[in-house]
């Protein structure tokens, strides 16, 4: 079982950066592909990256293509999203995720994801 804690939101003006990491506990995390979503208010919660079980390869939604980066450091059981030239439409409530098949590809349907923070509020103001 892995449980995640995400950190690093905070309310920033259009054009700033924000790095938000994920905090795993338990075993197997360097085995689980990680994905980030997002939810906004009155929105369901969409894409935002994903990586496999290694960092190797990454996907990303094309909203956020070339503006936000995701890694990983598996011996520190963290997951990082660098989120550059941030808009006011990126404002949402951000989530981590790990897959529920360790060392696999990386997944952008939130259904491949088993485990899941409780988010950090990220709001982008113009």
């Known amino acids: 079982q892995v449980q995640l804690v995400e950190s690093g939101g905070g309310l920033v003006q259009a054009g700033d950066s924000l790095r938000l990491s994920c905090s795993a506990s338990?075993?197997?995390?360097?085995?689980?592909?990680m994905g980030w979503f997002r939810q906004a208010p009155g929105k369901e919660r969409e894409f935002v990256a994903a990586?496999?079980?290694?960092?190797?390869?990454?996907a990303y939604a094309d909203s956020v293509k070339g503006r936000f980066t995701i890694s990983r450091d598996n011996a520190k059981n963290t997951a990082y999203l660098q989120m550059d030239s941030l808009k006011p439409e990126d404002t949402a409530i951000y989530y981590c995720?790990?897959?529920?098949?360790?060392?696999?590809?990386?997944?952008?349907?939130?259904?491949?994801?088993?485990?899941w923070g409780q988010g950090t509020q990220v709001t982008v103001s113009s």
């Open positions: 338990g075993r197997r995390f360097s085995g689980y592909p």
């Open positions: 990586n496999n079980w290694n960092g190797g390869v990454a």
């Open positions: 995720a790990a897959a529920g098949v360790t060392y696999g590809s990386m997944y952008v349907d939130e259904r491949a994801y088993d485990y």
